[in-house]
């Protein structure tokens, strides 16, 4: 028989299924919580996001070569946009 109710089968004969969830402490001894602290210094995230920027900023400057200035100050501020 199907787990599924339909309009034929007798919903009295059987009793609604509940399920109920385990209370969650979120305490310091709650080992859920309990996670690996994984960050990054400021300045190490700043330089890496200078470095991208400055680098995809040469990149579309390599790209576009012999373009026109627009172009060019765009790619620029493209490149810089993604590092930041």
Request: no cysteine; net charge positive; aromatic share 2%.
């Amino acid at each position: 028989m199907s787990l599924h109710r339909s309009s034929i089968q007798d919903t009295a004969a059987r009793p609604p299924v509940t399920t109920t969830t385990p209370p969650t402490t979120n305490g310091p001894g709650d080992p859920s919580t309990h996670r690996r602290q994984t960050r990054w210094p400021m300045r190490v995230v700043v330089a890496v996001s200078l470095v991208v920027g400055l680098a995809a900023a040469a990149v579309g400057v390599v790209v576009s070569a012999g373009g026109t200035e627009p172009v060019i100050d765009a790619l620029v501020l493209l490149g810089l946009a993604a590092g930041w």
